[in-house]
């Protein structure tokens, strides 16, 4: 397992935008899949998006609204939601694994996660 550390999270309106990162070692950084995933309250941990040799997302919907992007300079891969919604509260956590995967068990690393919360 390696290290990872994420911040940007917070409290935001409906509509706004956050930006949420998330550090890593070399050579997590760019040999493995890294990937973000949130949890709402009471509700089990599911995928957003991740990078492998591309960007993938979870379905439409985050897609239209939500970017991940890497600098490799830095070894940080970001996460920038747009048009926030209350349904996009929760704790987002940064993970990485061996293979692109949308299952939180194809991750073997993960952080301590961000609080992001969106009031209506």
């Known amino acids: 397992q390696v290290q990872l550390v994420e911040s940007g999270g917070g409290l935001v309106q409906t509509g706004d935008s956050l930006r949420l990162s998330c550090k890593a070692p070399e050579p997590t950084f760019t040999n493995y899949n890294m990937g973000w995933f949130r949890q709402a309250p009471g509700k089990e941990r599911e995928f957003v998006a991740a990078?492998?040799?591309?960007?993938?997302y979870a379905d439409d919907s985050v897609k239209d609204r939500f970017t991940i992007s890497r600098d490799t300079a830095k070894n940080t891969m970001y996460l920038q939601m747009n048009s926030l919604k209350p349904e996009d509260t929760g704790v987002y956590y940064c993970?990485?694994?061996?293979?692109?995967?949308?299952?939180?068990?194809?991750?073997?690393?993960w952080g301590r996660g961000t609080q992001v919360t969106v009031s209506a």
């Open positions: 993970a990485a694994g061996p293979y692109a995967s949308r299952a939180a068990n194809g991750y073997n690393s």
């Open positions: 990078w492998r040799f591309n960007p993938y």
